[in-house]
T-cell receptor, first 112, second 116 residues
Framework: QKEVEQNSGPLSVPEGAIASLNCTYS??????FFWYRQYSGKSPELIMF????GDKEDGRFTAQLNKASQYVSLLIRDSQPSDSATYLC????????????FGTGTQLKVEL | GAVVSQHPSRVICKSGTSVKIECRSL??????MFWYRQFPKQSLMLMAT?????????EQGVEKDKFLINHASLTLSTLTVTSAHPEDSSFYIC????????????FGPGTRLTVL
């Protein structure tokens, strides 16, 4: 079982819709959770992090964390074509120091 | 603005040569930095953890004699790919944790290595 799992996609949504990206993790003791966006040929850029159960909003982005279900998600409201990218979920696992474990990423396509 | 820089952004070299890649944290100190490799259409693969003042910690399967890591100061880590071969061609990315509370990692822009 992979430590961090994401559906590889592609996930296609129309412009203006809500994109929902999901991630599950296996280490119940995981503390911090991160979402990165990676455009083709570029390095990942941080979108947001979350470490408390519930929702965290930042502009058009909302991260949701449910530690009981070992589930973290990212919602993108009013999706734009510029949001088309691969979204990486990363988890800071227990006893791993600062090391992050990444999912394989979900490719999002926002269509006109 | 950028918080982690990498140099060079792109390098092409001949098989058998060594290539050094620099990773710098900008306006913050990083006792730990991370080196990743990413092949086309694949996810990030952590290669090693660079530790300031001590030896790097390599992930399983990564040859430490081939990928030399030196964390010379609190703002600089270098990765040297020794005796590079075409199969080492990849996108190399470093990251450094900045935020004290969450250790949020920020990535450098990456170095694309092509070995001919």
């Amino acid at each position: 079982q992979k430590e961090v799992e994401q559906n590889s996609g592609p996930l296609s949504v129309p412009e203006g819709a809500i994109a929902s990206l999901n991630c599950t993790y296996s280490d119940r003791g995981s503390q911090s959770f991160f979402w990165y966006r990676q455009y083709s040929g570029k390095s990942p850029e941080l979108i947001m992090f979350i470490y408390s159960n519930g929702d965290k909003e930042d502009g058009r982005f909302t991260a949701q964390l449910n530690k009981a279900s070992q589930y973290v998600s990212l919602l993108i409201r009013d999706s734009q074509p510029s949001d088309s990218a691969t979204y990486l979920c990363a988890v800071k696992v227990t006893g791993g120091g600062n090391k992050l474990t990444f999912g394989t990423g979900t490719q999002l396509k926002v269509e006109l | 603005g950028a918080v982690v820089s990498q140099h060079p952004s792109r390098v092409i070299c001949k098989s058998g040569t060594s290539v050094k890649i620099e990773c710098r944290s900008l306006d913050f100190q990083a006792t730990t930095m991370f080196w990743y490799r990413q092949f086309p259409k694949q996810s990030l693969m952590l290669m090693a953890t660079s530790n300031e003042g001590s030896k790097a910690t390599y992930e399983q399967g990564v040859e430490k004699d081939k990928f030399l890591i030196n964390h010379a100061s609190l703002t600089l880590s270098t990765l040297t790919v020794t005796s590079a071969h075409p199969e080492d061609s990849s996108f190399y990315i470093c990251s450094a944790p900045k935020e004290v509370v969450t250790d949020t990692q920020y990535f450098g822009p990456g170095t694309r290595l092509t070995v001919l």
